[in-house]
């Protein structure tokens, strides 16, 4: 991933030392809400005068300006960054100059089992989430005196800072945030993941203005959907009266962080949180009362005080689920496409004027870039409309690549490929020699065997190496015109032109191939440096570089960046009004289907790899799924429908 950030800075001290007057301390404590009320007020009176010693952050040493690894990576430590109740962060550059964001917590602070088991469990749950708006987890290691979690860095700051900027923001604005931030938090959910503490200080900007969820130091695994937890924790101005209400109020799950969402939604227009006072005890009655109001000298619409309403209703049960929330008129509103960087300073122009038309579009592009997929459309032609020419909907692709002007709309590209072609390099990258019908053939005849042997034992089988391959993770079509451009995982761009030639041009390198179709041969691999590209190369180079630009600022990821292992281009490829089939060079087979699902049938048809809608990817022997009829973890629609959809359209190519 390209991170676009400020330059690694060196560390100042006064830097180092600022703290964020603001950002109230999360508390949690395992007390009987008794205890908690007096615990509260004697922590009150002392407050002021602690509040630095009771940091355990401020344990924190500044780390060496080389954090080693103890796998041998080395890390230059930059910038503060910020700080919380437990942990500083600062930048980190790999040696490779991508930059992340490491929180740091002092070992110091983690002496005893209690601390260690949060920190512990922070680490477990952050580390097994992947998804659009949460803070990528990188990596977890330590020093002699730190103990540090690499994540993505999130530059811009957070919904805290922006609002203390603004002062207040509009809805459009808000309307976009909650999206991102329901994205989230309905996939927490769904894998049993209580945040507990969403606040606006916890949300933060990544480097194009999303935003992500970060701190899961208060998080949860809930052991079912109907468990419950007794823990009285929160920030204070977030925290749902069911939590105040502890155990004797039989305690609280997920909805603690819809009411969370309400909080910062009110705050976010009003610009403070609804219960605000300087007495900790007197936000706790207001919260225990939902006693709140919209003041008359900030007003907002309608149609958002219903849905803070519904959201901050004092029975948990009464709250809209995540998925309700989406239906609220109030997202029938202005709805801007992204957020600009300027946002953070100040108000955006023309939100209001974006038409109904568009801001619908916009609403429903946002929700399955944050992985809400609602497939509401009857009509079939209208998916494959918007969802099948690109991972995005038209809407977002300039006219000239919209579906309508794609003149060969669902052809097979080139299938004089099909006939006896061989494909060669003669580079120094590889010799191979392929003979691709041959891999559509074993690959369906070894499809074909599994599915006998769905009653073996496995023990009794080889089972192929599951690592995730190469693949196709945007696209654009527009053979009309040029060709067929593509990213794949390892950031590599092509295009298919029009002829059969592709160039591909390689991420981080001055190389570019060349590779060119022969009617007898193949192809052949010509290796070019782009500074000293020839002449017939030139204009094709800006028409890669074109979709490059194209694809990087307006097409989503289906998949995360993979290190290049091999030298991957797509072949041929394939629509029908289901699917879009790509055919890869290293003998993959991948399948994007307009419900979003992708599948990837690799190692001659013993490998399956599934992409969620939210890029969540798995491989694994395709006998195992075939076994279980599903793959574990998530359960794809109709599998083993769309795993026999691509048996015959592998079998198709095989047998032409
Ligand atoms: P704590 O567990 O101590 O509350 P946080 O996760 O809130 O720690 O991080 C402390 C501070 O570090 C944040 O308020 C923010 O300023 C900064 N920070 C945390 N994560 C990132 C990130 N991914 N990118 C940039 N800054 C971050």
């Known amino acids: 991933m390209s991170v676009r950030t400020k330059p690694l800075q060196p560390l100042n001290s006064g830097q180092m030392n600022a703290r964020n007057a603001s950002n109230v301390t999360p508390i949690k404590l395992k007390k009987s809400t008794k205890d908690f009320y007096e615990h509260q ?16 952050s401020a344990l924190c040493k500044t780390p060496p300006s080389v954090v080693r690894t103890r796998n041998g990576r080395d890390y230059r430590r930059g910038l503060f960054l910020g700080e919380g109740g437990f942990a500083r962060c600062f930048q980190m550059k790999d040696s490779n100059g991508q930059i992340y964001a490491a929180k740091t917590v002092a070992k110091a602070s983690i002496k005893n089992e209690k601390t260690k088991t949060k920190l512990l469990s922070e680490i477990k749950i952050h580390k097994s989430l992947k998804h659009s708006n949460i803070v990528n987890f990188i990596d977890c290691f330590e020093d002699d005196v730190n103990v540090y979690i690499l994540l993505e860095i999130c530059p811009n700051q957070s919904l805290m800072e922006l609002l203390k900027a603004r002062k207040r923001l509009t809805e459009p604005e808000v309307r976009l945030f909650m999206v991102q931030i329901i994205g989230a938090v309905k996939y927490l959910h769904e894998r049993r993941v209580i945040h507990r503490d969403l606040k606006l200080g916890n949300i933060f900007f990544d480097p194009n203005m999303n935003l992500k969820i970060g701190d899961f130091g208060l998080a949860s695994v809930l052991e079912s959907f109907d468990s419950r937890k007794f823990t009285i924790c929160g920030t204070p101005n977030y925290i749902a009266p069911e939590v105040l209400g502890g155990k004797a109020n039989g305690g609280h799950s997920f909805e603690v962080d819809i009411w969370a969402i309400g909080i910062m939604m009110y705050a976010l227009l009003i610009g403070k949180p609804p219960f605000q006072a300087k007495d900790v005890q007197i936000i706790y009655e207001r919260i225990k009362k939902s006693e709140y109001s919209f003041p008359i000298d900030k007003p907002i619409s309608a149609e958002a005080k219903v849905l803070i309403q519904d959201l901050l209703d004092v029975n948990p049960l009464r709250r809209p689920t995540i998925d309700e929330i989406l239906s609220y008129d109030w997202f029938k509103g202005a709805f801007p496409d992204k957020t600009q960087e300027t946002t953070l300073t100040k108000e955006p122009e023309g939100l209001t004027m974006i038409s109904k038309n568009q801001s619908a579009m916009n609403f429903k592009n946002m929700k399955v870039n944050c992985g809400i997929y609602t497939p509401k459309t009857k009509n079939p032609v209208e998916i494959l409309k918007t969802d099948l020419q690109s991972e995005e909907s038209q809407m977002v692709l300039p006219r000239s690549l919209s579906p309508n002007d794609t003149k060969f709309k669902y052809k097979e590209v080139d299938p004089t490929m099909l006939t006896k072609k061989r494909f060669q390099f003669n580079s120094n990258f590889s010799n191979s020699v392929l003979d691709l019908d041959k891999t559509c053939h074993t690959t369906y005849v070894n499809m074909c065997k599994l599915e006998t042997l769905v009653d073996s034992k496995l023990d009794t089988m080889t089972l192929p190496s599951c690592e995730n391959p190469t693949l196709i993770s945007k696209w654009v079509d527009y053979s009309n015109k040029y060709g067929f451009s593509y990213q794949l995982n390892n950031n590599d761009i092509g295009v298919l032109f029009n002829d059969g030639n592709t160039i591909l041009k390689m991420t981080n390198n001055e190389k570019f191939l060349e590779l060119l179709l022969h009617e007898q041969e193949g192809w052949t691999c010509i290796e070019n440096s782009i500074y000293n590209a020839p002449s017939k190369c030139k204009k094709q180079l800006e028409i890669v570089d074109f979709f490059a630009k194209y694809m990087n600022s307006n097409l989503s990821k289906v998949s995360d960046v993979e290190e290049r292992k ?76 769309k795993i026999e959809i691509i048996k015959q359209a592998i079998r198709e190519k095989a047998f032409v």
């Open 41 to 56: 007020q004697q922590q009150q009176q002392q407050q002021q005068k602690k509040k630095k010693k009771e940091k355990l």
């Open 566 to 641: 091999e030298i991957v281009f797509l072949r041929r490829y394939t629509r029908t009004s289901d699917f879009i089939m790509f055919e890869m060079t290293n003998g993959s087979f991948q399948f994007n289907f307009k419900d979003h699902h992708k599948l990837v049938v690799s190692k001659n048809g013993l490998a399956i790899t599934h992409i969620s809608p939210t890029r969540i990817t798995q491989t694994h022997p395709l006998i195992l799924i075939l076994k279980q009829g599903n793959f574990p973890s998530v359960s794809i629609p109709d599998c083993m429908e």
